[in-house]
């Protein structure tokens, strides 16, 4: 072992890769040079606080760490000198050495057995190669081999798949050939004659044999097979067979139930067996879905020929019977109803209906809503009898066809606007049959119904209207002379033709007998233009009669020829025409006002309704930030009343008290909303005060927290007085001025809310800001 020391030696003193000599000599150097400049305390300053690591060995985590940090190390032996580091470093080396010189001495011996030991695997190893060499050419041989027979045994899973396939397919065809043979039998097409005994069962089952044929056909079809199309014409004679004599039962069945009399009832057997087949027939529809074809069957069967019967040209006009024909379908007989109500929307939906199609969507017994019978209105009874029968299409093209002519009189504007208020009615009655909304709005959406609606030519209707109403009213405007009637005591009447006049064309734009519902705008343009027609007669008759009435002009004369006795008399007229004038104004005003609440702004629609609110909020926002605005000084009390050095308590108000309101009441006194002053001064005082007073509100709260906040710093260094606290000496004085003033400003602004019509004494708001002053008081003084 000790000829191999040498050899070891030279092996372990390798140069060091972290160069750890080279750097423990300049970290040396330096520290050398810092302590010749440094004095001795500095140094003990310095490194009182670093810790104190122990010698070095393998569990110093800075030397085992994947990554050697030489900062870190440097720092974490900051307490000893550099000779002393370098001391221990190589001291460590030394352990290091010598532990590696231990392990390769106690390797070594068995490390040269082991090169001694090969030294004749070689050839050995050449021996073993060849045997290798043909055992990996005979696995080869067996994996083709293995290969092969995989492959053969995939094809034949894969023929035997083919084969599944097709058998699976040919028992589908042999289904379908079954169930056409089947079907064939069932329908009796091979044969000259058809046996309908069991009909609903009969057309039921044959109907669930042609689903399942049809639902074959589809699954061969992906498969691509002709033998299906060879057989297309079997199956669709079979579907016209099947859809004819399902049309021809279903037509029997309703035959059956009509020319049943209305006087005889059917035995209950009979009935359920009636019933009972009519389910059946719907459901096989349904299965089908034929629907159309079922509509179709009850237009031919039941609708066509009942309105044949109840719409042509001369229904109006002819007699009607009393008895109404027996509807197929039997619905239990409930109180008419009776739609007739200009003033509002017409809806055939009571709010209980109405939720429970929003809610179910449907309805479990459909209701039987009739009009109200009139004997003069030969157009009802036709309506209550087209009730019964409810299929939209037909009855709106037998109307408009038939009808129409007689309907749709725009020449005749009372026969339209009552045959419009009767149809109206009637399409609400017919809507309560729906099932739901959805077809509700299915039905308003059709082509039809919007053909309908024009035909009716309202806009021809209200040109109408416009020039009977106009042309009476224009009449009167022309005489330019104020002649009052009689007054008549305890009567309130209007006392000049004129005003009478007027009050009567606006009322004929809202009357029943001639407002449309959806002309409502256009009445309230023209009855808006009325108002302003009458406007502009009295200023041309204030014109014209001061110029041209001679008791106008001795009355306004100051020459002293005229005498007692004259002038008495002309202002006697005077005085007669002006309380005229007066009296018709008011009364006008009372009749116009209840007008509107009562029926014109029921009318209107919601959207001119809407736009008056939103111009209404734009109005009061913009004038409640002008007013916020005039708060903005109550923020700088307390740092103006600190500044100042004049300590006297304040006796009046702040100045801009007087201002916050100010751009409210220039708005109605003299602004743009002069003509609005009557109408919205006291609606918009009260929702601008309301703001106004939360945001003085939240300016004092924010005050006093932060009044309490400079308490608090002040209590840290001295003793104090605050806003809302206790004070002494300078400070209690400033807080009892800002407290003042706050009140002063306070009552203040309750006055100037009073002047707007607002009453303090019973407003919360007001309330609400008055005891967060008094609040604020009361806490100062604990």
Same mark, same amino acid.
């Given at each position: 072992m000790s000829s191999s020391a040498p050899t070891n030696s030279a092996f372990i003193n390798t140069r060091d890769p972290y160069q750890l000599e080279r750097l423990a000599e300049e970290l040396a150097n330096r520290e050398t040079n810092q302590r010749n400049n440094a004095s001795p305390s500095d140094v003990d300053i310095k490194y009182t606080d670093l810790p104190d690591y122990g010698p070095l060995s393998h569990h110093n985590p800075l030397l085992t760490g994947p990554v050697f940090n030489v900062e870190e190390f440097l720092l974490s032996r900051a307490r000893a000198s550099l000779p002393e580091l370098r001391t221990e470093l190589r001291d460590y080396l030394s352990v290091l050495k010598e532990e590696l010189v231990q392990l390769i001495n106690n390797d070594y011996e068995a490390f040269i057995s082991l090169s001694t030991d090969l030294r004749s695997e070689g050839s050995r190893l050449k021996k073993m190669r060849g045997p290798l060499v043909d055992l990996q050419d005979r696995i080869m041989d067996s994996r083709k081999e293995l290969q092969a027979i995989q492959a053969a045994i995939q094809e034949k899973l894969d023929q035997r798949a083919t084969l599944r396939e097709e058998k699976a397919l040919l028992h589908l065809l042999l289904k379908i050939s079954e169930s056409l043979t089947r079907l064939e039998s069932l329908l009796m097409i091979t044969y000259h004659h058809r046996d309908r005994?069991?009909?609903?069962?009969?057309?039921?089952?044959?109907?669930?044999?042609?689903? /399942?044929?049809?639902?074959?056909? !589809?699954?061969?079809?992906?498969?691509?097979?002709? @033998?299906?199309? #060879?057989?297309?014409?079997?199956?669709?004679?079979?579907?016209?067979?099947? !859809? !004819?004599?399902?049309? &021809?039962? *279903?037509?029997?069945? &309703?035959?059956?139930?009509?020319?049943?009399?209305?006087?005889?009832?059917?035995?209950?057997?009979?009935?359920?067996?009636?019933?009972y087949d009519l389910r059946e027939y719907f459901r096989t529809y349904d299965m089908l879905g034929l629907w159309r074809d079922a509509e179709d069957v009850l237009r031919r069967e039941v609708v066509r020929p009942f309105l044949k019967k109840t719409i042509f040209q001369n229904a109006l006009g002819a007699p009607h019977s009393p008895v109404i024909p027996k509807t197929p379908f039997h619905l239990e007989p409930r109180e008419s109803v009776f739609l007739r109500t200009p003033y509002t929307p017409f809806t055939a939906f009571s709010p209980q209906n109405l939720s429970t199609l929003q809610t179910s969507n449907h309805l479990t017994t459909?209701?039987?809503?009739?009009?109200?019978?009139?004997?003069?209105?030969?157009?009802?009874?036709?309506?209550? /009898?087209?009730?019964?029968?409810?299929?939209?299409?037909?009855?709106?093209?037998?109307?408009?066809?038939? &009808?129409?002519?007689?309907? @749709?009189?725009a020449g005749r504007p009372d026969d339209l606007r009552r045959n419009y208020d009767t149809t109206q009615n009637f399409l609400r009655c017919l809507e309560l049959y729906a099932p739901s909304v959805r077809a509700v709005h299915a039905m308003r959406e059709h082509e039809l119904y919007r053909e309908f609606e024009k035909r009716w030519q309202l806009p021809v209707y209200f040109q109408l209207r416009w020039k009977e109403i106009v042309a009476d009213v224009e009449v009167v *405007?022309?005489?330019? =002379?104020?002649?009052?009637?009689?007054?008549?005591?305890?009567?309130?009447v209007f006392l000049l033709a004129q005003t009478k006049a007027l009050w009567k064309a606006v009322a004929a734009c809202w009357s029943p007998e001639i407002l449309i519902p959806e002309l409502s705008h256009r009445f309230w343009r023209l009855t808006l233009q009325l108002l302003s027609r009458y406007g502009s007669w009295l200023n041309s008759v204030y014109a014209i009669v001061a110029d041209s009435n001679p008791a106008l002009r001795l009355a306004t004369s100051t020459s002293s020829e005229v005498s007692s006795t004259e002038a008495t008399a002309i202002e006697d007229v005077l005085l007669r025409q002006y309380t005229a004038v007066l009296s018709d104004i008011d009364m006008l005003e009372n009749k116009v006002d209840g007008l509107w609440k009562h029926e014109i702004s029921i009318v209107l629609p919601p959207e001119m309704l809407e736009s008056v609110d939103a111009t209404s909020n734009h109005l009061v926002s913009i004038l409640t930030k002008r007013c916020r605005e005039a708060l903005r000084p109550v923020q700088s009390i307390p740092t103006q009343f600190r500044a100042m050095s004049n300590? =006297?308590?304040?006796? #009046?108000?702040?100045?801009?008290?007087q201002t916050i309101f100010r751009p409210l009441k220039s708005f109605f006194a003299?602004?743009?909303?002069?003509?609005?002053?009557?109408?919205?001064?006291?609606?918009?005082?009260? #929702?601008? *005060?309301?703001?106004?007073?939360? =945001?003085?509100i939240s300016y004092l709260t924010a005050m006093r927290k932060t009044e309490e906040s400079l308490r608090k710093l002040k209590k840290a260094k001295k003793a104090t007085f605050s806003l809302f606290g206790g004070a002494?000496?300078?400070?209690?004085?400033?807080? #009892?001025?800002?407290?003042?003033?706050?009140?002063?400003?306070?009552?203040? @602004?309750?006055?100037?809310?009073?002047? &707007?019509g607002i009453d303090i004494a019973t407003n919360e708001d007001y309330e609400s800001l008055k005891n967060t002053v008094l609040a604020s008081d009361r806490k100062s003084l604990r």
């Open positions: 005994s069991n009909r609903a069962k009969h057309v039921t089952r044959v109907a669930v044999e042609y689903t /399942q044929l049809l639902y074959h056909v !589809s699954k061969a079809r992906e498969e691509n097979c002709v @033998f299906v199309d #060879e057989l297309q014409w079997r199956i669709d004679r079979i579907q016209s067979t099947l !859809s !004819s004599d399902l049309d &021809l039962l *279903f037509a029997g069945l &309703l035959a059956k139930m009509k020319d049943s009399k209305p006087g005889n009832r059917l035995p209950e057997m009979e009935r359920t067996k009636l019933l459909p209701p039987q809503a009739l009009l109200a019978e009139d004997g003069n209105d030969p157009l009802v009874q036709v309506y209550n /009898q087209i009730l019964r029968h409810v299929i939209w299409e037909e009855v709106a093209n037998a109307v408009i066809n038939d &009808l129409g002519d007689s309907i @749709f009189a *405007f022309t005489d330019l =002379r104020l002649e009052p009637s009689s007054v008549i005591k305890g009567v309130p300590k =006297r308590l304040p006796t #009046e108000p702040s100045y801009f008290v003299d602004g743009p909303g002069l003509s609005l002053k009557d109408s919205y001064r006291s609606e918009y005082s009260q #929702e601008i *005060f309301k703001s106004v007073a939360h =945001r003085y002494t000496d300078d400070d209690s004085r400033d807080e #009892e001025r800002i407290r003042t003033q706050m009140i002063l400003d306070v009552e203040a @602004f309750g006055k100037e809310a009073q002047s &707007l």
